[in-house]
């Protein structure tokens, strides 16, 4: 009886040492993504592409990207940054709030924010633009990996 309440305790850890670990690892976030942003007239203003990788602070790394619009709003010189705050990990498939930053190079002072959900394959939410005259809206936006 000894043994097996050893092997028991034994076999609970065990299992309880899997379940924990790297269960809050975003990893499934990390990888290449196409966006396409769509305004309040259901009209198709921006898509990009771009490959996200989720540091330790929760902030992203951004690699690759490139709008597949052209927008004179974006003409080049743009930086990205985001951030991806994990809210659960169930089966596999990561969830959390996302935000997505594209500021303009050339010409300056246009911002566009990404604010939204993800889960697994798909990030949905809402986007808005700022800055120069013409250069302004908002709309709901897709992203889905690739």
Do not use: H, R, Y
């Not at 690759?64 to 498939?93: A, D, I, K, R, Y």
Request: proline share 2%; aromatic share 10%; glycine share 14%.
């Amino acid at each position: 009886m000894k043994q097996f309440a050893v092997t028991f305790v034994a076999l609970i850890s065990l299992a309880l040492i899997g379940c924990g670990s790297n269960s809050s690892n975003p990893a499934n976030i990390n990888g290449t993504w196409n966006a396409t942003l769509i305004n309040s007239g259901n009209a198709t203003v921006f898509t990009f592409g771009t490959a996200l990788t989720v540091n330790g602070d929760s902030s992203l790394s951004v690699s690759n990207f490139s709008f597949s619009t052209n927008s004179p709003c974006f003409v080049s010189g743009e930086t990205e940054s985001g951030s991806f705050t994990l809210s659960g990990n169930f089966n596999g498939t990561v969830n959390g709030k996302f935000g997505f930053t594209v500021q303009s190079g050339s010409p300056a002072g246009n911002n566009l924010t990404l604010s939204g959900t993800a889960n697994g394959n798909t990030i949905s939410g809402t986007w808005s633009l700022t800055g120069s005259s013409g250069c302004t809206g908002n709309g709901t936006f897709t992203m889905t990996k690739v």
